[in-house]
């Protein structure tokens, strides 16, 4: 009776055991599965932020040339001499306020798995998520008041009060007349305003695409 008990304890537990690897060797291939799924997330988040920062870059230098102009403009209106209004309407003609939003795809896609936050490195999942939930998010709120600013610089006042002018529909004494008032001067102040706090806001979103590009590629060992 003793040996019919010891030997039914043996294959209980033996059974018991091969049950218990069975499901250690699943989770630990569902877990290398999803770290294996992971990289590959990673690779299409850093593919994302490679094409985000050569964006980013662009935008950089088009609104630093934005200011350039609202500088040259704002010059020209405090000169002693009379105003070179062909300079102004140059300066005007050349202002674009290109915005930038990021892409989020790949980001959204990996965090809405889980993966991202169940198997990613601490260090590395808080550099991501301050980029897309923080910076990006930030940025585009700024974006949306650029937007906004410019269309009523534009839109509003300046093609409501010289919108044919690059056609010689006006005078120069007209123009001048116009450029001269207190009105467009602190116009130009207030749009210059924006796009220098609008650089400010991309390069701080810059340097955090560098920051996570770095952690990215050592994450995937590319260095």
Known sequence: ???????????????????????????????????????????????DV???????????????????????????????????????LSHLYSL??????????SYKLSY?????????DDDLISEISRLYDHYYERLKINSDLYDQVSLRFFDTYLNKNIGYARYGDYSNNDLEKFFSEKLFTNEVLTYRGRVGNYIRRLEETENQLKNVKDKLEKYLGYN
């Open 96 to 105: 674009g306020y290109p915005t930038f939003f990021g892409i989020t795809k």
């Open 1 to 47: 009776m003793k040996n019919i008990f010891a030997r039914g304890g043996i294959e209980f537990l033996a059974v018991f055991l091969g049950i218990a690897l069975s499901f250690y060797v699943e989770e630990w291939q569902d877990t290398n599965n999803q770290k294996n799924l992971l990289n590959k997330d990673c690779k299409n988040i850093l593919l």
């Open 112 to 120: 809405s798995t889980g993966r991202l936050n169940l198997y990613g």
């Open 50 to 88: 490679n094409e985000d920062l050569n964006t980013i870059s662009n935008v950089i230098k088009r609104n630093k040339d934005d200011l350039k102009s609202c500088n040259a403009i704002l010059s020209n209106l405090d000169a002693s001499s009379s105003i070179n209004v062909d300079s102004i």
